[in-house]
């Protein structure tokens, strides 16, 4: 069963938040917000802490101080309850698939089925798996393939499949166009977009490519100096009076992403 959400409380609710490993402090009393239904594009320089923050979020990692909330719930229990109840409601996409190799690409997206849904007939399991991959935008033989039988960006969607096998309202990605070349990159950005207007999805997204943030991205959060130094509509993050951002956001790349979102709307 689904948490209840109400629109009015974010979906992901972060304060305070402290990671450090040894003497190395990445956040320091670091806030975040993410609202229902929007995509939150998370930026910042190499290092700054996003991959480590999505963790924080998962579970996956204790910080040392902080509150995290996950649809409501308390994401730094340990009630195995609780952090059941989190995972099922999560996909996450991680940078390289994290695929298992030795299993096809249905195998793969019954895993969490398997899970979770372990009384469901292998049948029902089996269509449940083509669902997802078709909805992932793979061919419907891509399910019996291995990964090593797939592309870089196949494997991408057979990651995004597997991420969305429980019907997720909340999805972490990890770098997804990484990797990419800009033509299959824009078409994972439209892939994710569809996605999260037809599923009603809140989309956690971290990336460095200025394409994807001008391309669906209803917020930005920008990390720098420890924590979120701004978290807003692109317009008001470029505004932002920041070294990293006048940079990122002022230099030729942001440039040319900016001009291809104006001709494309
Ligand atoms: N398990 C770990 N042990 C020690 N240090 C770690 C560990 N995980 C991350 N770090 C450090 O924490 C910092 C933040 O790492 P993180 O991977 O979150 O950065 P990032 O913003 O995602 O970087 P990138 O954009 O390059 O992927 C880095 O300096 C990294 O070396």
Request: a negative charge.
């Given at each position: 069963m689904r948490p209840d959400v109400d629109e009015a409380t974010p979906i992901v609710r972060v304060r305070g938040l402290v990671n450090r490993f040894g003497e190395q402090v990445v956040h320091d009393d670091l806030d975040l917000d993410v609202r229902p239904g929007e995509i939150l594009g998370i930026v910042g320089g190499s290092g700054t802490g996003k991959s480590v923050l999505m963790r924080a979020i998962l579970g996956l990692r204790k910080p040392e101080a902080g509150e995290i909330e996950v649809l409501g719930m308390d994401?730094?229990?340990?009630d195995p309850l609780q952090r059941r109840a989190i995972e099922r409601n999560t996909g996450v996409l991680f940078q390289d698939g994290?695929?298992?190799?030795?299993?096809t690409v249905g195998e793969n997206v019954q895993v969490p089925l398997k899970e979770y849904h372990g009384d469901l007939p292998d049948s029902l399991r089996y269509e449940l798996a083509l669902l997802k991959v078709k909805l992932a935008g793979l061919p419907a033989d891509a399910l019996n393939k291995l990964p090593s039988q797939l592309s870089g960006g196949m494997r991408k969607r057979a990651g995004l499949a597997r991420a969305l096998a429980l019907d997720p309202p909340l999805l972490f990605l990890d770098e997804p166009t990484a990797g990419l070349d800009p033509i299959g990159a824009a078409a994972f950005d439209r892939l994710i977009r569809t996605l999260q207007e037809a599923l009603g999805l809140t989309v956690f997204l971290i990336t460095h490519d200025l394409d994807t943030l001008y391309a669906i991205c209803d917020r930005v959060a920008v990390l720098a100096d420890r924590k979120v130094i701004v978290c807003a509509p692109l317009a008001e993050v470029e505004r932002f009076d920041h070294p990293w951002v006048q940079d990122y956001f002022h230099g030729p790349r942001a440039r040319a992403a900016r001009n291809t979102r104006e001709s494309a709307s």
């Amino acid at each position: 069963m689904r948490p209840d959400v109400d629109e009015a409380t974010p979906i992901v609710r972060v304060r305070g938040l402290v990671n450090r490993f040894g003497e190395q402090v990445v956040h320091d009393d670091l806030d975040l917000d993410v609202r229902p239904g929007e995509i939150l594009g998370i930026v910042g320089g190499s290092g700054t802490g996003k991959s480590v923050l999505m963790r924080a979020i998962l579970g996956l990692r204790k910080p040392e101080a902080g509150e995290i909330e996950v649809l409501g719930m308390d994401a730094l229990s340990d009630d195995p309850l609780q952090r059941r109840a989190i995972e099922r409601n999560t996909g996450v996409l991680f940078q390289d698939g994290a695929l298992f190799s030795s299993l096809t690409v249905g195998e793969n997206v019954q895993v969490p089925l398997k899970e979770y849904h372990g009384d469901l007939p292998d049948s029902l399991r089996y269509e449940l798996a083509l669902l997802k991959v078709k909805l992932a935008g793979l061919p419907a033989d891509a399910l019996n393939k291995l990964p090593s039988q797939l592309s870089g960006g196949m494997r991408k969607r057979a990651g995004l499949a597997r991420a969305l096998a429980l019907d997720p309202p909340l999805l972490f990605l990890d770098e997804p166009t990484a990797g990419l070349d800009p033509i299959g990159a824009a078409a994972f950005d439209r892939l994710i977009r569809t996605l999260q207007e037809a599923l009603g999805l809140t989309v956690f997204l971290i990336t460095h490519d200025l394409d994807t943030l001008y391309a669906i991205c209803d917020r930005v959060a920008v990390l720098a100096d420890r924590k979120v130094i701004v978290c807003a509509p692109l317009a008001e993050v470029e505004r932002f009076d920041h070294p990293w951002v006048q940079d990122y956001f002022h230099g030729p790349r942001a440039r040319a992403a900016r001009n291809t979102r104006e001709s494309a709307s």
